[in-house]
């Protein structure tokens, strides 16, 4: 008769996993990156002065040596800026980085798969199999045939010594179709995202950037547009949001919508939804002769009003709003009820530690339904 074995658990003491120095560095560089939109003189200033007070480095490894590895590994690269003096700047590879790190520190290391999956409960012709088979139909696709299987029905209905395979032995594996996502995220880049201490643009960023890498590495038949809106809106690529700054802007909430749904006309996507991340009222509009209309004292009515029927066109075109609101003021909160009310979207009232997990999750959740 075995033994019986014992079992319970076996303490250890913890080793935290070695961290090459140019890496503890650069995770540190490139949230100053973020921080200093771009700024790679200013960064790297930071970075020295934190290294004073926290000794980041020692004698084996400088912040010199940091920055000539940055040149050597791609990250920076040498420049002639406009007045003709010499510099540095970082480059595409940065860019890329600072995005991964913003969708590993928003949303956690989510694995990569295959295509984008915003799936509808219509089965045929579509990119997903199911893993079931049915019998062959006229117009389906030669790629759709399994070989494996209908070799076997050949062989059970025509037997092996005088091989024929006929139309009746086809079989398909059965496939679902996806439905696709086309998503504006509309970014508020009025002077309010840096009054009263607080910087809000740079978490916003931030999840721009995670967002932007987790629709292009894990849902690629996805499409991501982002702009901004200030006194105007207009498009920003992926690769220019470490760059973003607030401008002295009053906040044309008008301007960003028409904005978005001429984006998302074109698209051919059915889903389409718009995010807007936005700590402020709408305070500005401009007029059909290109003067502009501003009032930043209270809600203006005339502004507002304007952006209930943006609102109301967008549920119209089954174009779905939701607002992400970085304030709690009553008033507003009131507003964007209202302007919710009138789309039939989401809104949520969220401090900025929580934005980017709230973002994601509607983005899942929109993800796993047809938006009609």
């Not at 000539?68 to 940065?94: F, H, N, P, S, W």
């Not at 089954?318 to 009138?342: C, G, K, W």
């Amino acid at each position: 008769m075995e033994a019986n074995r014992k079992k319970g658990f076996v303490f250890s003491q913890y080793k935290a996993p070695d961290v090459s120095p140019f890496d503890k560095l650069f995770e540190i560089f490139t949230e100053l990156i973020t921080h200093t939109s771009g700024d790679l003189d200013e960064a790297l200033d930071w970075l020295r002065e934190l290294d004073k007070e926290y000794k980041l480095t020692d004698e084996n490894y400088t912040i010199d040596d940091f920055i000539e590895d940055l040149k050597k590994k791609g990250y920076i690269k040498d420049e002639t800026k406009e007045d003709g003096t010499g510099g540095l700047k970082i480059t595409a590879k940065t860019e890329r980085s600072i995005r991964q790190q913003a969708l590993k520190q928003i949303f956690g290391n989510l694995k990569k798969s295959g295509s984008g999956n915003h799936k509808t409960k219509h089965s045929g012709s579509g990119d997903e199999h199911t893993g079931e088979f049915r019998e062959y139909r006229f117009g389906d696709g030669l790629d759709r045939i399994s070989l494996t299987e209908s070799l076997k029905n050949a062989q059970i209905n025509n037997g092996i010594g005088d091989f024929k395979l006929t139309e009746d032995d086809l079989v398909v594996e059965d496939a679902q179709y996806k439905s696709q996502m086309s998503t504006v995220l509309m970014i508020d880049i009025s002077h309010s995202m840096i009054l009263y201490g607080e910087d809000r643009i740079t978490p916003a960023k931030k999840v721009a950037m995670a967002l932007a890498e987790l629709i292009t590495t894990r849902y690629p038949k996805d499409t991501l547009d982002i702009l901004v809106f200030g006194n105007d809106a207009w498009p920003i690529a992926i690769k220019d949001l470490p760059y973003l700054q607030v401008g002295p802007y009053h906040t044309n909430t008008v301007a960003g919508l028409e904005l978005a749904m001429d984006m998302l006309r074109r698209k051919r996507n059915t889903n389409k939804q718009i995010f807007m991340i936005t700590d402020g009222k709408p305070s500005c509009v401009r007029e059909s002769d290109g003067r502009y209309y501003m009032n930043s004292n209270g809600l203006d009515e005339y502004i507002v009003d304007k952006c209930y029927t943006m609102a109301a066109q967008a549920r119209k075109l089954h174009i779905p709003i939701t607002t992400f609101m970085i304030a709690s003021d009553p008033y507003l909160q009131r507003f964007v009820n209202q302007f919710t009310e009138a789309n039939q979207g989401k809104a949520f009232y969220t401090g900025l530690k929580g934005l980017g997990e709230m973002i994601f999750e509607d983005y899942e959740t929109n993800r796993k339904k047809r938006i009609k």
